[in-house]
T-cell receptor, first 113, second 112 residues
């Protein structure tokens, strides 16, 4: 257990539905990252926060994706109008500062039917 | 061409063998990370290095900044080392600091 938690651990949804995932980082960590991993591939960067500010968003993220980190604590990642191509493991990681080791959560596995 | 390339993609070894996984990258970096991922998804950071060599137990990681190459070695491999090993690099400029770019991973299987 790295101290980073993600909920839910698994989500099965039908195409077109909206889903929201939550990440609780290690409490004193300023940086929070979201990554996505499809089967057999390495993770890909989605977005990251420095405290409550979203500093970068990947070109992989369509307008259907939105992330927030209110008050610089937990973060949510919402996917609207899900598509089958959104099926993946969504990983959250946090670090104390930009140059530090990242601690990963267990991930949320999304299956879109 | 991916910014981070790992080899081999799959590696099978017998218990006790010395194992090497290689990683090459093509961008400027602030640090290189070696990560371990077990079935079920959990990722654990093994090393973060920006120069030289680090050792932790039976694991050794080296990096050559000039050649943009890193290696992860496992001495006296054991079946519990079976996992996916992922190389990742932290960006070196602007908002890229800290953001990781990952290789595809190396699937390691160690047989008893």
């Amino acid at each position: 257990d790295t101290g980073v938690s993600q909920n839910p651990r698994h989500k099965i949804t039908k195409r077109g539905q909206n889903v929201t995932f939550r990440c609780d980082p290690i409490s004193e960590h300023n940086r929070l990252y979201w990554y996505r991993q499809t089967l057999g591939q390495g993770p890909e960067f989605l977005t990251y926060f420095q405290n409550e500010a979203q500093l970068e968003k990947s070109r992989l993220l369509s307008d259907r994706f939105s992330a927030e980190r209110p008050k610089g604590s937990f973060s949510t990642l919402e996917i609207q109008r899900t598509e089958q191509g959104d099926s993946a493991m969504y990983l959250c990681a946090s670090s104390l500062a930009y140059a530090d080791t990242q601690y990963f959560g267990p991930g949320t596995r999304l299956t879109v039917l | 061409k991916n910014e981070v390339e790992q080899s081999p993609q799959n590696l099978t070894a017998q218990e006790g063998e010395f194992i090497t996984i290689n990683c090459s990258y093509s961008v400027g970096i602030s640090a290189l990370h070696w990560l371990q991922q077990h079935p079920g998804g959990g990722i654990v950071s093994l090393f973060m290095l920006s120069s030289g060599k680090k050792k932790h137990g039976r694991l050794i990681a080296t990096i050559n900044i000039q050649e943009k190459h890193s290696s992860l070695h496992i001495t006296a491999s054991h079946p519990r080392d079976s996992a996916v090993y992922i190389c990742a690099v932290s960006g070196a400029g602007g908002t890229s600091y800290g953001k990781l770019t990952f290789g595809q991973g190396t699937i390691l299987t160690v047989h008893p």
